[in-house]
């Protein structure tokens, strides 16, 4: 798979968006890829993934302007379909997501960095939507994401006005997280992505599923989805031992994934 890098380092994994020479954008053949690498993740063994980009310039500068030049109407509907398909994919994975956003995160790459769970950037990451520079609307889910993210009205602006903005005022958004130089974002990346590791890995699964679920839901629905979740991560090995630790004052084994 050339435009993708998957490497796994015990229950850690990071997938590089690796298209450099134009800026890791995506066309159908990298968004397959990045399809293919998720869908060979050993969900056994892998606890957190984090995505980012190759090069130092950019995470991902967007869906590909040369292939999207020349769709029609009903292939253009195909290749939004694509795209979503795919970060919908990322976004309900059963492990969290940690976007390192180390560079331009532009249309089509900030709609991949708000499919995953927690957006860390560095402190040269851009973010914006200029779709509408370009004569379309932003169609990997960047018109529903943003919204849901950031306050409305500021994402109306963003993708109206296309302006983009810079890692601070993306923080100070709540759109990222934390903001960390070029060389710190990858290693504090990985330092929190241990941190989920760490814990029960059924409850930080039915965590994300309550969350994710629950946010589309009305509350009434909404707090039975979490009964349910909560209710699915009794009886597992991790949650018997992990209270029978805490109750014997010790340190829980490792849990175990069961
Ligand atoms: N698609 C295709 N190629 C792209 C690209 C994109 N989105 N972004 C950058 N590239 C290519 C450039 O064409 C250039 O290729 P060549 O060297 O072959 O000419 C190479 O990457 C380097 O880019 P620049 O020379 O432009 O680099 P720069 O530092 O001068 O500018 C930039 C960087 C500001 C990010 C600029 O490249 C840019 O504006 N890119 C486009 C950003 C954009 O509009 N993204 C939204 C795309 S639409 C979308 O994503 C729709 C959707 O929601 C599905």
């Known amino acids: 798979m050339s435009n993708v890098n998957y490497e796994q380092d015990g229950n850690i994994a990071v997938l590089t968006i690796n298209r450099p020479k134009a800026l890791n954008a995506l066309n159908s053949e990298v968004l397959s890829d990045i399809n293919q690498a998720?869908?060979?993740?050993?969900?056994?063994?892998?606890?957190?993934?984090?995505?980012?980009?190759?090069?130092?310039?950019?995470f991902v500068a967007g869906a590909d302007i040369g292939e999207m030049s020349e769709l029609t109407k009903q292939e253009a509907t195909e290749f939004s379909k694509l795209g979503n398909d795919v970060f919908r994919k990322i976004e309900q994975l059963d492990i969290p997501v940690i976007a390192a956003v180390n560079g331009f995160a532009l249309g089509g790459g900030n709609e991949l960095a708000m499919s995953c769970d927690i957006r860390l950037a560095s402190d040269n990451a851009v973010f914006g939507q200029p779709e509408t520079g370009l004569g379309i609307t932003p169609g990997f889910g960047g018109t529903q994401r943003l919204m849901r993210l950031i306050p409305v009205g500021k994402a109306k602006e963003m993708i109206y006005a296309g302006n983009n903005i810079k890692a601070d005022e993306a923080k100070d958004l709540g759109l990222v997280n934390e903001v960390y130089?070029?060389?710190?974002?990858?290693?504090?990346?990985?330092?929190?992505?241990?941190?989920?590791?760490?814990?029960?890995?059924?409850?930080?699964?039915?965590?994300?599923?309550?969350?994710?679920?629950?946010?589309?839901?009305?509350?009434?629905?909404?707090?039975?989805?979490?009964?349910?979740?909560?209710?699915?991560?009794?009886?597992?090995?991790?949650?018997?031992?992990?209270?029978?630790?805490?109750?014997?004052?010790?340190k829980h084994e490792p849990f175990k994934n069961k």
């Open 38 to 58: 998720i869908d060979d993740i050993d969900l056994d063994t892998v606890r957190a993934l984090i995505l980012t980009g190759a090069g130092e310039k950019a």
């Open 181 to 250: 130089t070029v060389e710190e974002l990858l290693p504090n990346a990985k330092k929190l992505a241990e941190r989920i590791a760490n814990n029960a890995p059924i409850a930080v699964r039915m965590s994300k599923h309550a969350m994710n679920t629950g946010i589309d839901e009305v509350m009434d629905e909404a707090i039975v989805t979490e009964e349910n979740d909560f209710g699915n991560c009794f009886e597992s090995e991790d949650q018997v031992e992990g209270m029978k630790a805490f109750l014997e004052k010790r």
